[in-house]
Each structure stands twice: as C-alpha cells, then as structure tokens.
C-alpha cells in the first residue's frame, strides 16, 4: 500500500514559468511533509517542508501547499529554471504508537526544465 | 563542515554473499538513517539509529540490518544478497533528538549495489 504518491513519474516546463509537483497521501496520521530534490550521481538534498497546522510554506522560488481535507500538496516554483531540472520526492511522517517515527517518500516526479 | 560520507560508492557482488555499507554523519549529528532508492519503489525507509540504538525500521526483511557506533558512524549490513537488492543506497544524518522535527535529513551520495 503506497501512503505517499506522486503520481507524475515526470513533468517538462519551460523556463520561466510555473513548474507544479503534486503529492497525496492516504495515512491522515501523517502530520509533517517535506520535499528533497535529487541530482544524479548525488544524494537528495532538502528543499522545503510544511507542517500539517499550516496550509502554505514558502521560501524564494519554492512554496508549498498543504490541503489536509484533500490529502494534498503541491511544491510550486516559480519561475522555473534549467538548474531546477532534477527528481523531486515528497516525504510524510508520522509518529507511531510507542513514539517511533514513520517516514515515507513517494517515488518521485522527474523535472525537466527547458531553456 | 564536511558532509555525509558514504563508502564505497559502487559495490559488485553476486547472490548468496553479503555486504557492508559504510556511512560517516556530519560532525555533531547523532541520528543516522537508511533507505534504499530503486527505480521502482523509490526511496524507502530501512532503519534509523541513535545514540548507538535502532530506534526506528521500515518494512525490510532481516536480512537487512545495521548498528551504530560510538561516534556515530554507522554501518549498514545485508546477508545473503538478493538480484532484488540491487539498489542506491543512501544514508542520512541529523541533529539528535527527533530526526524529521527538529532538522531535515542531510544525506550522502550513496552506494550502488550491484548483485549479479
């Protein structure tokens, strides 16, 4: 059972505009959401995350957006540009009973940015 | 403030033998964590350790297991390898306490695995 899906395996803009990743998630528990950006050859790297009592987080180019109602979120990035081109996972976690936490990523949407 | 090492990078081996992952956290971080990233599954969580303790697991089988040492340097262990163990590798590191709440993951390269 796939708690976190990103369901875009990949997604192409052009430079400039609006680049749109979506994220949903069925486990209501989760309460924390982040997003990782990952270059080849290198490890994924923070971009950005959103607590579940907020419904927007941003920071520069990038925002996210939270909908509980809905189970969704969505990393904006305006504007796009080439250097932005990478794989962008969407991670949720959640405390378990006992306290331990659980943590799941989505498969990840490729990003192409074109010049 | 160097980052999170990974040793080694790339990793061959054949089915039945067994392997160790090497992870070195960034100075200070007490909280190492692993998953595995295939194309398939993305990046799912192995296990977690602090303070030389598993305090969280993922669902993997036994046959993945880890342990921490005293200056938080972690290794990561799989017996009997599997085709299906082919892998990235990756490692993360955070600050101690609670390892999402408190700070993000900072993760290291990777090892890829091999098994043929």
């Known amino acids: 059972d796939q708690q976190v899906k990103q369901n875009s395996p990949s997604l192409s803009v052009q430079e400039g505009r609006i680049s749109i990743l979506n994220c949903d998630y069925t486990?209501?528990?989760?309460?924390?959401f982040l997003w990782y950006k990952k270059y080849p050859a290198e490890g994924p790297t923070f971009l950005i995350s959103?607590?579940?009592?907020?419904d927007k987080n941003e920071d520069g180019r990038f925002t996210v957006f939270l909908n509980k109602s809905a189970k969704h979120l969505s990393l904006h990035i305006v504007p796009s540009q080439p250097g932005d081109s990478a794989v962008y996972f969407c991670?949720?976690?959640?405390?378990?009973?006992?306290?331990?936490?659980?943590?799941?990523f989505g498969k990840g949407t490729k990003l192409t940015v074109n010049p | 403030k160097a980052g999170v090492t990974q040793t080694p990078r790339y990793l061959i081996k054949t089915r039945g033998q067994q392997v160790t992952l090497s992870c070195s956290p960034i100075?200070?971080?007490?909280?190492v964590s692993w998953y595995q990233q295939t194309p398939g599954q993305g990046l799912q969580f192995l296990f977690e350790?602090?303070?030389?303790?598993?305090?969280n697991k993922g669902n993997f089988p036994g046959r993945f297991s880890g342990r921490q040492f005293s200056n938080s340097r972690s290794e990561m262990n799989v017996s009997t390898l599997e085709l299906g163990d082919s892998a990235l590798y990756l490692c993360?590191?955070?600050?101690?306490?609670?390892?999402?709440?408190?700070?993000?993951?900072?993760f290291g390269n990777g090892t890829r695995l091999t098994v043929t």
């Open positions: 486990n209501s528990m989760f309460d924390y």
């Open positions: 959103i607590s579940s009592i907020k």
């Open positions: 993360a590191s955070s600050l101690d306490g609670v390892f999402i709440y408190n700070s993000p993951l900072h």
């Open positions: 991670a949720a976690s959640a405390f378990e009973q006992g306290g331990s936490e659980k943590l799941v």
């Open positions: 350790y602090f303070s030389e303790t598993q305090r």
């Open positions: 100075s200070g971080h007490r909280s």
